[in-house]
C-alpha cells in the first residue's frame, strides 16, 4: 500500500486497424471522465497516480504503452504524429470519445503537446513536462552533458537512438535517483512506490530499449508541433525544485501555447505528479466539466501529503498566464 499509487484497476491490449496492438492500464470508474496518460520515460502503463485521486474526482484514468515499452508492438521510425493516430484510433475503440482530456508527464509531455495541437484531446495537464531542450534559446542554459546529448541528436540521430538504446531498467533506476533533490527521494524511495515505479521500468523494457530510444531521440530533438495552433486548455506544473525538465520551470514553453497557464509548486522536484496527484488532476476534470463548482482550496489535502505548505497551486509562481 503506498501514499502515492494504486494498483490498476483494468489491465488489457487493444489492436489497432494495422495489427498492432497498444497496452493499456486503467483505475477509476468505468464511466468516468476520460482522462489519457501519457506517461514518463521508459514507464509502462502500471505506474499510475495518486492512491484514490481518480476515484475521488471520478476519473477513468487510461496509461497508454508508446510503440515498443511494455506490451505495446514496436513500430520503428515511428513521429509524434504517428502517436496522434495511435490516441484517435485508441479512443474510439476504447469508448473514451469524443474527445478525452489528456495528462502528460515528463517525457510523454511532447506527445501529449502533440495530441492537443491535432485537436484529439479536450484539455491538457502537463506535469514536469520535458522540454524542447533543442531550442536554441536553452542552448546556453543546458548543462554541458545534456547539451551534448543534444547536439548528438540533432547531428546524428540514428548514432544517438543506438547510445540510448543501451539503456535498460536498473540504468534508468539509478539516473532517476540520482538526479533527484530530497524532497523527491520521499516519494521515490516510498516502499509502494519504489515497487510499483520497478514494476513498470521492467515492464517498460521487456521488450528491450529500443522504444525508450525512439521516445528520447524524438523528445530531445526540435518538436514539429505546432504549439500556436493549440486551441485546447492547457495547465502546465512543475515543482519549483525541479532542475531536470526544463531550464526554466516551463516559462518558454507556456509562452508558445495560447491561453496556457502555469503553476509552480514548492517544496517538490519531478516527483510533483505523485506528490500533488490529487490537486492536479481535480484542476483538469473542473476545466472539463462546464458544472463543476468554483475552484476548491487544496491546501488541506497538499498539506496532508506534505508537499506543499501555504500555497494554493491556483496562483502561479513566477509564471502566469502567457
Known sequence: MS???????RLGTTRLSDGRVLGWAEWGPEDGLPVLLSPGAATSRWLGIGAGAVENEGVRLVSVDRPGLGVSTPAP?????????????LTALRGLGPLPAMLGNSQGAPFALACAAAGVVSALALVSPADEVAAPEFAAALPDDLRGLVARVAEDPVGAEKVFAGFDADAMRR???????AC???VYEDPGFAAAY???LDEAFSQGAAGYARDTVLAMGRWPIDLGAITVPVEVWYGEEDVSHSPDLGRRLVSR?????RTVVPGVGGALLWATAEPILASLAETVRPDEPVERDWR????RRGTVRGRRPGASQGGGRG
Do not use: K, Q
Open 198 to 200: 520497478g514494476r513498470a
Open 175 to 181: 539516473m532517476v535517483l540520482a538526479g533527484s533533490p
Open 300 to 303: 488541506e489535502e497538499l498539506d
Open 257 to 261: 501555447i495560447p491561453g496556457a497557464r
Open 77 to 89: 521510425d515511428r513521429t509524434f504524429a504517428d502517436f496522434v493516430d495511435d490516441v484517435r484510433e
Open 3 to 9: 501514499l502515492y499509487v494504486d494498483d490498476p484497476a
Open 184 to 186: 523527491d527521494l520521499v
